[in-house]
Nanobody, 126 residues
Framework: QVQLVESGGGLVQAGDSLRLSCAASGRTLSSSPMGWFRQAPGKEREFVAA????????RYAAFVKGRFTMSRDNAKNTVYLQMNSLKAEDTAVYYC???????????????????WGQGTQVTVSS
């Protein structure tokens, strides 16, 4: 049983930064691709970023490129999402997810991920 716990969300002003963390327990995720998704009120869950198990291949949604950076520390069984230059439209619940697909092509669809955290709220005031 894999458990993912996100942290680091909060209320910030536009232009500020936040660093989200996702800690895994239950088993090592060093061989698993990891992703971040978000869901704003009244909207569908959308892809934000993902990284392959080795950490050297990442993929980002177009709306966060240049502002967000995803990384992972396999020794700590943790992934991170550094979010800079936050905008009001980044307000959402952010979810961490772990997948079991292999290869070096990063998946951006939610169905490719098997385990999900409970989410952490990010609110950006304008």
């Amino acid at each position: 049983q894999v458990q993912l716990v996100e942290s680091g969300g909060g209320l910030v002003q536009a232009g500020d930064s936040l660093r989200l963390s996702c800690a895994a327990s239950g088993r090592t995720l060093s061989s698993s691709p990891m992703g971040w998704f978000r869901q704003a009120p009244g909207k569908e869950r959308e892809f934000v970023a993902a990284v392959v198990w080795s950490g050297d291949v990442t993929r980002y949604a177009a709306f966060v490129k240049g502002r967000f950076t995803m990384s992972r520390d396999n020794a700590k069984n943790t992934v991170y999402l550094q979010m800079n230059s936050l905008k009001a439209e980044d307000t959402a619940v952010y979810y961490c997810a772990a997948g079991s697909y292999s290869g070096r092509i990063v998946a951006s669809t939610a169905t490719a991920y098997d385990y999900w955290g409970q989410g952490t709220q990010v609110t950006v005031s304008s």
